[in-house]
């Protein structure tokens, strides 16, 4: 299992609208691409110097198959889907292996 996280950092004056696009549109799409399990928002706690407000989604893929087919099918789709946040965020993905779960 692979996860693809996605840290985004969203400036204050959008991030209400930035929240609900993410809960009812582009997480419903990443999922609708057919190359994840399941997805999970989380907000990250620690403060950060540049103010904004600060988020991680973990999009699970059964292999890192499905993550590369990804790539090729749907990545710049979905990042052109940002379009609407630009200059209001900045991201940026690491793929992670899931090593172990208890």
Known sequence: ?????????VQEEVHQDWLNWMKTEYIPAMLDTGKFTKALMTKVLTKEPMGGI???????????????????EDHANMVAKTAIFKGKIVEFSTE???MDEQ
């Open 1 to 9: 299992m692979v996860i693809y996280n996605v840290t985004t950092n």
């Open 96 to 98: 992670l292996q899931v």
């Open 54 to 72: 600060t988020y991680s989604v973990q999009y699970t893929a059964e292999s890192m198959a499905y993550l590369k087919t990804f790539y090729v």
